[in-house]
């Protein structure tokens, strides 16, 4: 194939991929950009949870009373019931039955749009070690809930329902403050009543908290200090979605690249593509004043010529 048919059909190419790179730009506009997730959501519930410590009459011997009812934690759903729970080898090696309840449940759920934990715990009775026959407390209904949702802002409730009542006496809790009831000869017990916190993004919520300072003497126990939690649940909402990636910008068309320049052969007429051809708006001022040089050396050529043969024959 001669030079003269195969550059029209590199033009011919290089004109097709301009063409289909304009084309693509759209097309990256619109294809949709990568999302970046977030994390699942997270969540705890515990009916029970006693941090004690009990002094045997010596005090030369310290037993920890560390106990958790029914806890459990999310990602994925999770439930727990029971009704009681039972310490060994504290009172003289006999099981102490820290919590009778009728009902004593926890739930926690969490997926990638929400977490929540839930307690209920009702007509319970907590003992202690060296009280076999009183309870340190005993309670109608408490419940907590923590909701947390992606994007939401997390809502903690706590609540205490019915009557109470610690070491014996009928108390009204408020919400004002710490409930501080003492018995002679027994000891006393602090309690804080529906006790919520909320973050951004974490919830809090406990039905109640027990401050516990009691001196039975009796069944070889001297003192029994400590913490109790009733009815507790928390919550983190997950991880808000990072922001959406920018599109990316559309590909700019190839430019075409120039033909090469080529020499015009006989009777071809010549190339108007000035790109093509290497030539410019200047080509035409340039190519007179070449033509006009050559006039004039042409003219004083005949001129020194006449003179020369003028003189010969002189």
């Not at 003289?92 to 307690?119: H, I, K, N, W």
């Not at 005993?138 to 409730?157: D, I, S, Y």
């Not at 001196?215 to 913490?227: E, H």
């Not at 593509?273 to 190519?287: I, K, W």
């Amino acid at each position: 194939m001669n030079s003269t048919t195969s550059r029209p059909s590199a033009r011919r190419r290089t004109i097709a991929a301009a063409v289909a790179a304009f084309a693509a730009g759209p097309a990256l506009l619109t294809a949709p950009a990568a999302h970046a997730t977030g994390g699942e959501g997270r969540a705890s519930a515990v009916v029970l949870r006693t941090d004690l410590d009990v002094a045997l009459l010596n005090k030369a011997v310290h037993v920890p009373l560390t106990a958790t009812l029914n806890e459990v934690q999310a990602p994925a759903s999770a439930r727990r019931t029971a009704l009681t729970v039972t310490l060994d080898g504290v009172e003289q090696g006999r099981p102490v039955s820290v919590l009778m309840a009728d009902v004593a449940t926890a739930q926690a759920t969490a997926d990638g749009r929400r977490g929540e934990g839930r307690t209920e715990l009702a007509r319970a009775k907590v003992h202690v070690p060296g009280l076999p026959l009183l309870s340190l407390i005993e309670l109608e209904k408490v419940t907590a809930r923590a909701l947390c949702e992606a994007g939401g802002q997390p809502v903690a409730e706590a609540n205490v329902q019915g009557r109470v009542t610690v070491l014996g006496k009928r108390v009204t809790l408020t919400a004002g403050g710490p409930t501080k009831v003492e018995v002679p000869g027994v000891g006393e017990v602090t309690l804080t009543l529906s006790d919520t916190r909320t973050t951004s993004r974490t919830a809090a919520a406990t039905a109640l908290a027990l401050t516990v300072s009691v001196n039975p003497l009796k069944a070889n126990v001297a003192d029994v200090t400590g913490t109790i939690t009733l009815a507790e649940a928390t919550c983190e909402s997950p991880k808000a979605p990072a922001a959406a990636a920018a599109p990316a910008a559309p590909t700019a068309p190839a430019a075409a690249k120039p033909a090469d320049v080529r020499p015009q052969t006989a009777g071809e007429p010549p190339e108007a593509n000035l790109a093509e051809t290497g030539g410019s708006s200047l080509t035409p001022y340039l190519a007179g004043g070449s033509l006009a040089l050559l006039a004039g050396g042409a003219g004083a050529l005949a001129l020194t010529r006449r003179a020369r043969a003028a003189r010969a024959r002189g």
